[in-house]
Structures are given as C-alpha cells and as structure tokens.
C-alpha cells in the first residue's frame, strides 16, 4: 500500500513538473523579514551609492536612508546572465520622503543607473525613463495617471514588461499603458535620489506578463467617499449652484430656481446594466431626476428620468422638449402627502447588437420612444434639476462583457491624461538664477560648471566628480 502511495505521489509531482511551464515562476521574492536574505543575498550597495546611504530591515519593512545632499542611495539585485525581457515587478511603498525613490527595472549595467523607475507622487503613479547623459542622469516621465485607485499608504505598484509593451497597475487595478523600446532588459534596483527617505514592502518579480485592459463596471453606495470617484465638470447653465454631497450613507442633490446637478463617471459603454435607487426628498413635483449617458462632453447626452408626480421620460441633445408620461409603477414625491418618502429603483439597459434602450422602473418596463443615438457613450451618471432635493443611493453599471471589476466604493474609472509631461530644460542654482539650458535634442547637451542645480520642477541636481542627478 505505501509503495503505491509512493508511485502515486511520484506520478503526480511528474505532472506538475510537466505543468510547470505553464505557471508562473517567481524571478525574485522578497518580503524583507529577514536581514541577512535581503541585504546580504538579494541587494547589494552600488558603487554610485552615497557613503551615507543606510538600510534597515524590520517586520516586513526595508526603509532606505539617502541623506547626502549630492548623490543618489541605490541597492541593486542582479538577475545574472538570465535577465528577463518578459516580467511582472510588484513592490508595496509604504512611504517616500523628499525626492525621487523607487524600483528602477531594466536597469542597465554600469556604476551610473538607468532604465525605469516605478514610483508615486501623491496620487499620481509614474513610470520615468532614468539615462546617463553628458551631464548627469536624468529622469523624464514617460507615464503618469492620477489614480483614485491609490491608497494614503501601503500601494502595490505593479508594471508588467512584454517586449516594448507596459502595463501599470495600482493596488491590482489597470492603471494604463505605454510602448518603449529603449531598455529591453536588465537587472533591478531601489534608486533614491539626494535627501531623500522610502520605506518598502513586499517585492515580487515573476516571468509572467500581465495583461490589461479598460475596466467596465462601477459601483457606489455613497458610504463615506466623498464623491471622490465621480466628475462634476458639467454644471448648471444658470441659476445657484447646486448642492451635492454625500450625507447618511446617500447622495443628495439639492438644486435651485433654473439650476441643475450632473455627476458622472468615465466609462466606455456599448450593452450594459445600470441601476439606482432614488428617492424625492422635497421640491417641486415636476422636476426631472435620474440617469444621464454622457458621449464627449455635455453636448452629448442622454437622460432617462422619473419626476415627483409619478411620471416618467426620455431627452437627448438636440431634442427641443420632453413629454412626460404617468406611470402608477412610479412612486416619486407621491408619499409626501402621508408624510413619508419613497425610493424608486430606476434600471437601464441596452443589449448586445440592439441599438434600442430598455427604462425600468421598481421592475415596471417604461415604454421609450428615443430615437437612434449617434454617439459613442463614454461615461454615465445622475442628474437633478430645478428646486428640490433627491437622495440616490447603491449605484451600480457594469458592461455586460468579461473585464476587470470595480465594485464596494473602492475604484473608480478616470479618463487617461495623456502619457507624457512636458519637462523644462532651464536649469537653476539654488538661489534661483536660471545658469544654462539644455535641448531636447540627443548628443547636444551643454556643459556646465560644478556645482548644485534644479529646475524650475524642482527634480534637477548636480554633483561634482561628474556624478550628477538631474531630474
């Protein structure tokens, strides 16, 4: 019986040998609980590194010191001769105080570092492209997105390389993407750069490439987020501007003589649910609230929505006018008159390959007459006009195909900024008299005299002995 056992348990750890190609292998595995693994196995102090530079291993932390006001902190971690051109690197940064720091990948051979740097500013994930130039080394963005994905602390920074291909993520959310071909390969190392302080998590390098993609579904139960997740760049054509804030777990909207509240999120649409749950409050009877579909910007837009007095329509731009319809599905204001307030679940949805739009009310089909709409739709939200204050609360849309999920108040889907940042090439010395200029221009580079520089985005400084940080 044992010897059965034992070819059974040897038959099986053949097949996961078999299967292990197909699994992903870890490169590098750090979670810096133990001192002599991290700072004597995986990361080794580089010969640019200021004499200053200090590292500390505690309880799942390696905090990285770099006081010198002149030169850059750097440990690295070399792969050997196998260096992966296919790879996924997470790290968690707990924590960045003064300049540039983080996880610089692909880094190339040679005291002076370069290849790219995953960090933060803020809210803000970057990625920078870090070359050794005639004048030093210079850090230059070369993608960046404002993340609501972030934490105030502890994010998972995540890049994943395929050839000339990027994906970014924050806290395992798509974040975007970008195509460079300068740095193929190489090893990997925590840079900070002068007076500067970065804690550190766990660190991971697999061989996998992670895929990316658009995520296409939201949901918000107004619990405590501050709308933080939601564009408010559509605003009343006349009249006071509009309350809208998040109080007792809702959203409330409260509107004006001739003003209107809009909120949205970015989201591209094709077929779709969406659902909420509104409730009117006090005000008017005859005032529209409900969902609204945004294209490109407040041109194009489309509202399905219920008023106070039961009834219910449709308007998209262009339209002149609306036409009400009773519905006794629709609950609105109606329950004012025995002093209560009544919540209505408003449901939109449009299915695969139909151009036409299905409006529901607590399960009642609402019978629509709309018309094509000519647009793409690119984000959608909820609306209230004209004096009187409405409630909404669990929204939720998601886009009826397999992708990455926003959900529980967490996430919320942005519209990329673009990837680049233009960078001033005037450098400064410390008392801010501008010393020289530089071109975009490869090979071109000016010389300048020794001493300490930055520029006017405060990411420059020079060094003696030729070794010089910019940017």
């Known amino acids: 019986m044992n010897r059965l056992n034992r070819c059974l348990s040897g038959a099986f750890a053949a097949l996961l040998i078999a299967a292990a190609p197909a699994l992903c292998a870890n490169l590098l595995l750090d979670d810096f609980t133990d001192p002599v693994a991290s700072l004597i196995d995986n990361w080794i102090k580089s010969n640019v590194s200021s004499d200053v530079t200090t590292a500390t291993v505690n309880g799942g932390s390696l905090a990285i010191d770099n006081p010198s006001g002149q030169y850059l902190g750097e440990y690295i971690h070399s792969f050997g001769a196998n260096k992966p051109a296919t790879f996924t690197l997470s790290y968690i940064l707990k924590s960045i105080q003064g300049n ?93 750069f002068n007076n500067t302080k970065i804690v550190l998590g766990k660190l991971q390098v697999t061989d996998e490439f992670k895929s990316g993609g658009a995520r296409t579904s939201f949901s918000d139960n107004f619990n405590g987020n501050n709308l933080k997740y939601w564009r408010q760049d559509i605003t009343s054509a006349s009249g006071p501007k509009p309350s809208v804030n998040e109080s007792d777990g809702k959203l409330k909207m409260v509107t004006g003589a001739d003003a209107a509240a809009y909120i949205y999120v970015d989201i591209n649409l094709t077929d779709f649910d969406a659902k909420v749950e509104a ?53 609105g204001g109606r329950g004012h008159q025995l002093g209560i307030e009544l919540t209505d679940t408003i449901t939109l949805r449009k299915k695969k390959d139909s151009p036409n739009y299905e409006f529901l009310v607590n399960g009642e089909p609402l019978a629509i007459d709309l018309g094509p709409v000519n647009f793409p739709i690119k984000g959608i939200g909820l609306f209230s006009e004209s004096e009187m204050t409405v409630a909404f609360d669990n929204f939720n849309v998601k886009q009826n195909t397999t992708v990455s999920i926003i959900k529980d108040n967490k996430k919320q889907i942005s519209r990329n900024p673009s990837s680049l940042v233009t960078r001033s090439h005037a450098f400064y010395d410390m008392r801010g008299r501008q010393r020289y200029t530089t071109t975009s221009t490869q090979g071109r580079v000016q010389t300048k005299a020794a001493g300490i520089y930055v520029n006017k985005n405060g990411r420059d400084v020079a060094t003696r002995k030729s070794r010089v940080a910019n940017e």
């Open 279 to 331: 409730t009117h409050l006090s005000g008017k009877l005859d005032s529209p609230y409900g969902l609204l579909l945004v294209g490109n910007g407040s041109s194009q837009m489309v509202k399905f929505f219920i008023l106070g007095n039961g009834s219910y329509a449709t308007w998209k731009s262009g339209d002149a006018r609306y036409n009400p319809v009773s519905n006794t599905k629709i609950r």
């Open 100 to 192: 540039l720091a983080g996880a610089l990948f692909c880094r190339q051979p040679g005291d002076n570092p370069s290849g790219y740097l995953l960090t933060t500013e803020g809210e803000t994930v970057f990625v920078y492209k870090v070359a050794v130039g005639n004048s030093g080394i210079r850090a230059e963005p070369i993608f960046y997105k404002n993340s609501f994905d972030m934490k105030p602390t502890d994010n998972e920074l995540t890049v994943s390389k395929n050839g000339s291909s990027f994906n970014v993520f924050v806290n395992g959310e798509f974040q975007g993407s970008f195509t460079d071909a300068s740095y193929n390969t190489g090893d990997l190392s925590l840079l900070l």
